[in-house]
Nanobody, 128 residues
């Protein structure tokens, strides 16, 4: 079993920054992909970024590329999402998730259904 706990959400003005953290515990393998998703009111959950514990290049949604950075700390079992140049359309509940599928090391699923483990979510609100 895997447990994921997000933190770091809050209220920020447009153009500002926030850093989200995801603390992972339990039986986590280095092959797992760790992803961040977000869900705005009335919208479907959408992929934001993903990275593997074992390394390799991370993957980003086009909407956040160049503004968001995903990183991992294998010693602390944490995955972080640094969000810069925030826009009002980034407002959503952000979720950390783990995908145990044995994809190739260069492939990341962007489908929420492929991620078996989820955190409780943290609210990010960007005001204009």
């Amino acid at each position: 079993q895997v447990q994921l706990v997000e933190s770091g959400g809050g209220l920020v003005q447009a153009g500002g920054s926030l850093r989200l953290s995801c603390a992972a515990s339990g039986r986590i393998l280095s092959t797992y992909a760790m992803g961040w998703f977000r869900q705005a009111p009335g919208k479907e959950r959408e992929f934001v970024a993903a990275i593997r514990w074992s390394g390799g290049s991370p993957n980003y949604a086009d909407s956040v590329k160049g503004r968001f950075t995903i990183s991992r700390n294998n010693t602390k079992n944490t995955v972080c999402l640094q969000m810069n140049s925030l826009k009002t359309e980034d407002t959503a509940v952000y979720y950390c998730a783990a995908d145990p599928s044995l994809w190739s090391s260069s492939y990341y699923s962007r489908k929420a259904d492929d991620y078996d483990y989820w955190g409780q979510g943290t609210q990010v609100t960007v005001s204009s």
